[in-house]
């Protein structure tokens, strides 16, 4: 079974860092990309950040663009959430994905389907 463990959460003041790390867990498997997502409460998930393996190409929501950088890791299997100048405002449960579509709906402008989901890493940003 194909499993995506998500770390690197915690409680950060504002205009601070952290990193976050996703890995798949159980199995390797083949992924043309992977992305990021987060839940507040009270609000429904959103889309944070998402990279495509072949050309290396990176998408970012308005809201993160300029703080946050997506990046790969050793394998396809593995990917980082740099965020910087952290806000209150990204507090959220953040998820990993994985996206095993062949054809880069992203670069339409189209949201892929992400097949494999993270239970996700709570990160709280203080004021």
């Known amino acids: 079974q194909v499993q995506l463990v998500e770390s690197g959460g915690g409680l950060v003041q504002a205009g601070g860092s952290l990193r976050l790390s996703c890995a798949a867990s159980?199995?390797?498997?083949?992924?043309?990309?992977m992305g990021w997502f987060r839940q507040a409460p009270g609000k429904e998930r959103e889309f944070v950040a998402a990279?495509?393996?072949?050309?290396?190409?990176?998408y970012y929501a308005d809201s993160v663009k300029g703080r946050f950088t997506i990046s790969g890791g050793s394998t396809k299997d593995t990917m980082y959430l740099q965020m910087d100048k952290l806000k209150p405002e990204d507090t959220a449960v953040y998820y990993c994905?994985?996206?095993?579509?062949?054809?880069?709906?992203?670069?339409?402008?189209?949201?892929?389907?992400?097949?494999?989901w993270g239970q996700g890493t709570q990160v709280t940003v203080s004021s």
């Open positions: 159980g199995r390797t498997f083949s992924s043309f990309g």
């Open positions: 994905a994985a996206d095993t579509q062949r054809t880069n709906l992203l670069a339409l402008g189209i949201m892929p389907r992400y097949d494999y």
């Open positions: 990279i495509r393996w072949s050309g290396g190409s990176t």
